[in-house]
């Protein structure tokens, strides 16, 4: 089993559950609620900054070239993935349980893994490993909404209630005409997070981890997820700002299988999945592992039970903002199409990758579902991705813009005792690599 550390919850860590990005608001030392519902419907995602940390770290010892490439003199191409190797081993020597990685440059194709699949210890990880993808779910969500713009079906000035009736009920009044797909897409409509208040709905102690992690096992139908963002204030006039909002994506889901007939499920298979040659990648709506998979787990210190296995995890919490799972190698198959054109016309793809919201306090520049972050290995170029935070797993998935470089890392065993995460231990030297 694995052991048991005493580090107190502080209920500030919850809220990088839920699948969100964003730093925390400067100066924000106190915990912003009593309990995990109340922390999640502040959505401030420690993973993003660790993982701009992680890149800056890199940037910095690429400029002090204090690492090896691979494409430098005989041998160093073994140190690199010695180095690789060993930065895995050190993640999964702390709280994750298991640990994935993938890295591709010229000279350089190098998968690894680390640690165990399973809380019980059971099950060495291995490279080709499923997880769940969380939030780079909405880069592929993105996609589908974007072929539907090439298709004619919409713009990005389609307001949503024009294609989603339901969202009426959600959408104020005074806004109507205001909420298109595009501010849903980069998080700037003012349409708040909902997780928060989905879980809370089911909890009748709002305090209680052991209630809490229950609730993850329990369905969530549409209905809930509109009456849940019904029940928050709207944050902001349409446009003026940004705050990540998963309840955006589950509207552009909607929007997808309004328009089309279809389920996203069906549309990520025939439109996504299959043309990016994604084999095991899916978008499920039930409880359960397919394959070879990271299985979720959470550690929660003494306000909880302390390790909490997720094997009972649903979905539909999450929906079309981060249902997907998928393996090292099939995200990375999915961004070096996106940016190649695969998916996308040309033209799209540089609408894709063009940040909207450049300067933002509480978002990295985000584009049409991705961002971007500085390329460390050139100065002035950037890389384009996303970050995944589920309940129980971390990951990320980071590509050049011609695709010939890219980077994923994913964990599983979450430590919600502290801010630090630990993608960042593996995420440097990948990075570095690509050099």
Known sequence: MRRRMRTPLTVTTVAALALGLGALPAGADEPPGPSPSAALDEDRSSVAQAVADAVAQAERQARARTFSAPSEASGRADAVTDALDQALADTAAGVPIGVVGRVDAPGLHWTGADGTRRLDGHGPARPQDRFRAASNTKMMVSTLVLQEVEQGTWSLDTPVVDVVPEAAVVVPDAYEDDVTLELLLTHRSGLPDHLAALTASRMTDPEDYDEFFDVLGEEYTTADHLAAMDDQPWLFEPGTDASYSNAGYVLLGLALEHATGQDV?????????????????????????????????????????????????????????????????????????????????PETVTDVLTPRTVGSQVLPDYGLGVYRLPDPCEEGAWLYGHDGASFGTLSITLTSPDAERQVTVALTGRDLTSLESDLGTALVPALLATC
């Open 265 to 345: 499920e069906r549309l990520l298979e025939k439109r996504v999945f299959k043309p990016a040659g994604m084999r095991h990648s899916a978008y499920p709506d039930d409880p359960g592992y397919r394959g070879p998979f990271l299985r979720e787990a959470a550690y929660t210190g003494d306000l909880g039970a302390g390790w909490y296995g997720l094997d009972g995890f649903d979905p539909s919490l999450f929906g079309s903002a981060g249902a997907v799972t998928s393996t090292t190698e099939d995200l990375q198959r999915f961004t070096e199409a996106l940016v190649t054109g695969d998916l996308l016309e």
